[in-house]
């Protein structure tokens, strides 16, 4: 096949409009900047803290609507053990996520002005420990980049008839440069114009999708499809604490990425910050949509009498494509033009937050914190740009290994469940936790999810938990291990914390042994949430910044 010429002429356009919103953007924060003059380090990685809620709201669904959950949705629906059960389970899950980080965690966040989402581990946890959770979630942030990009390229190549690789390289140069100019203004005020258009192409496609001759009626086929199979998905009773894990990892694990957590930091107040979470929340769902009818169309179509031929995506082992390869084949081209812009504006409003989101942690919680507590502004402002030039290019490169890609990406998003999750929630709302719990958190943490098995990385389950069943040789668990994992890594934090600090207040272990300092942070008090005990917050604060004076410049809780 040729190039795609009008196809490239549409796409240029496109590029063209997002980089010059983000450059529009970049101007904006210069003048902001010197109206405020607010420190250059919060102008770039927090806006100021001036984003009111309707940039939020945009800002905080796009980040959520990126390349993979748009192709992997259409993906979930196609496929027959997945279908419209689990992709239903997955958005109603998100859903749940901001909602919970509304009205929950986005007090606590915004009111102590943290810049980072790790700055309460500083305050907790000590240096040392914060140091090793910072690179945890620098993985998981840096790992997502490839991921997004790859949807990217897979839809671009298809459609476009354009190298995999150069898909993906220019759009990546197109994320780096503004998101470089302008910080987190541009990547907020790009994910506007990115958000709009992914909402109307996608709607723009359902309707061409649907009427193509070779697709039947979707609503006959949802149950019984001659053929594919019913894309309602597999509903089997042995399914059921499987599908109740997945909600919990749907509904907590967003909570555990600093990309959620900069755009509650950056809201110009906690009340713009709940409105934002909470409607983001019901707004992912009318993106749903359209999707799930994608991925229906695709599941009813007769694929022998299209271009595309016999036998079908599912069957050619095609299925991760079945988005591009439904718009090239059941729209006519300019269609699919816009089908794939959709895709890309999906792929750089997800990318640019996870770049910003990597250099956030890199440069506050282990450059500013550990590696130079003396820099100065300008010289942080400068670790930013390098830091997002380094993992763009980092993560564009390793998008080459397409297979192994994805399965990081699933391993990430389990390490910040149940690693990074417990350590947050601990932390902010349960004033004993300390760092020897920390440690032993991840610890248990990690040791029960590596024991309790993943077929999808290769690792054979060495603990059995109840339901565990042998199947084809294989040895398969139908118990909600992630979800054990996460709450036996929230019950350790607990438990070691509690110990520890009763063990160095009472005398039972000498000071000198005490690395952690918990008999300066706090007496042992009852394994209570954090209810507005002010008194108790300000002495933990006062004790805490004698050994992390550095921390102080730059997590500013509220009420001291």
Known sequence: MAVNVPGVIVMVVFYLLVLGTGIWASFKSKREHKKSRAPGMEMVLLGNRSLNWVVGIFTMTATW?????????????????????????????????????GLFFAKPMRDRNYVTMLDPFNIKYGNVVAAGLSLVSLFCDMILVPSILTGLGGTMSVILDLPFSLCVWISAAVVITYTLMGGLYSVAYTDVIQLVLVF?????????V???PSTLDISQTLMNNSLHAPWIGQLELKNIWIMIDEFFFFALGLLAFQCFHQRIL??????????????????????GIPL??????????????????????????????????????????????????CVAAAVMSSADSSLLSTASIFTVNIYKNILRPQASDREIQWVIRLCVVAVGLISTSVTSLNNSVLLFWLLAT???????????????????S????????????????????????????????????????????????KTISMLSAIAAILLFSYLASVLFNKGVLPEKWDVFKVKAQHSPVPLSPVGGAIEEKENEEMNRNKCQSEVSEVCRPADQ
């Open 266 to 287: 950056s809201a110009s107040s906690t009340a713009t910050a709940k409105m934002s979470s909470i409607a983001a929340g019901f707004s992912i769902l009318l993106f």
């Open 414 to 432: 389990e390490v910040a469940y149940v690693v990074i999750f417990p350590e947050l929630f601990c932390a902010l709302f349960f004033n004993i």
């Open 210 to 212: 649907l009427m193509n």
């Open 292 to 341: 799930v009818l994608l991925g229906a169309a695709a599941a009813s179509t007769d694929w022998n009498q299209t271009t595309y031929g016999s036998p079908s995506p599912y069957e050619r082992g095609e299925a991760a494509m079945v988005l591009p390869i439904a718009l090239q084949h059941l729209t006519p081209p300019f269609i699919s033009i816009v089908g794939s812009g």
């Open 65 to 101: 609507v990126g390349g993979v959950i748009i192709v992997g949705t259409v993906e979930m629906v196609y496929t027959p053990s997945l279908g419209l059960s689990w992709v239903v389970l997955m958005f109603i899950g998100n859903t749940w996520s901001f909602l919970i980080g």
């Open 200 to 208: 109307i192409g996608l709607w723009v496609c359902v309707p061409f």
């Open 434 to 481: 300390n760092g020897y719990g920390a440690v032993m958190g991840v610890l248990v943490g990690l040791v029960l999810r590596l024991l309790g098995g993943d077929l999808a990385l290769g690792l054979e389950p060495v603990l059995h938990f109840p339901g565990c069943t042998l199947e084809d040789g294989v040895y398969v668990q139908y118990a909600p291990v």
